[in-house]
């Protein structure tokens, strides 16, 4: 099957009776594509930052529909809007809550194994120290090198010039994950503790640069709890299938 990589040839193309059956879209951009008559059966789509827009289905703005369900699946999910330190504390333990008990329900065989191109569980626990790294450490705290040797960078960040050497090449075992996650845990529940609603409204830097976007404290911990929700659900479907 042909494989179409970093291409932008079909920006404002127009398919008529085409099939796309099967097909696969990674890392694509497919926003204000327009579709009408088509056959969507069995559809899957997922979108870390589809709260952030629309999905017009049959004149119907789907967004708040899918948001509430996945609030309904994962109580707790709808704090990591909160506004306030109270309610990112709730949430904060809330989402810590789901995962301790993915974690341990998790059998060991499986910990290290993933569906396609996904990452293991294993491997979601060591992105989510590198989020913590990057939203704490180094946006908030302003940590000139905040990231942790065991900490799993996301796809292409070599190709945007991430320097790929602060990163060990030796795959670390799952107690030294569980322990470097476990650290990284502590830190944000150490901060929260203590935050104020003067500190959340403090402006920051984008840890990743570029952009004029200049987050505030509460910003940062807002990312750090979109990133434990949606990785949470990824891990959960991928584990029901490899189950």
């Not at 590198?130 to 940590?143: C, F, M, P, Q, Y």
């Not at 935050?195 to 976007?213: H, I």
Request: glycine share 8%; proline share 4%; net charge negative.
């Amino acid at each position: 099957m042909t494989t179409y990589s970093g291409t932008d040839e079909f920006e404002g193309a127009t398919f008529v009776r085409a099939s796309f059956k099967g097909a696969t879209f990674r890392y694509a951009d497919v926003s204000g594509v327009t579709m009408r008559s088509v056959d969507v059966g069995g559809l899957d789509l997922d979108s870390h930052d589809l709260a952030f827009g629309t999905l017009i289905v049959n004149g119907v703005d789907v967004v708040p529909l899918v948001e509430a369900e996945l609030n309904r699946q994962f109580p707790g999910r709808e704090l990591q809007k909160s506004e306030t330190p109270e309610g990112l504390r709730e949430g904060w333990l809330a989402v810590q809550a789901a995962w301790q008990e993915t974690v341990a329900s998790t059998p060991p065989e499986l910990v290290d194994t993933h569906v396609e191109d996904e990452w293991s569980l294993a491997q979601t626990l060591r992105h989510l120290v590198l989020a913590t790294n990057a939203w704490l450490g180094g946006a908030i705290r302003r940590e000139e090198q905040p990231f942790h040797e065991l900490g799993q960078i996301f796809t292409g960040a070599d190709r945007m010039g991430f320097d790929m050497s602060i990163f060990r090449l030796e795959q670390p075992t799952y107690d030294e994950v569980l322990a470097v996650r476990a650290e990284h845990q502590q830190q944000v529940t150490d901060f929260l503790a203590a935050a104020t609603p003067e500190l959340l409204a403090e402006e920051r830097d984008n840890p990743w640069g570029g952009g004029d976007w200049h987050p505030t404290v509460g910003d940062c911990v807002r990312v750090i709890l979109e990133e434990e929700w949606a990785h949470l659900r990824y891990i959960r479907r991928d584990l029901a299938l490899l189950r």
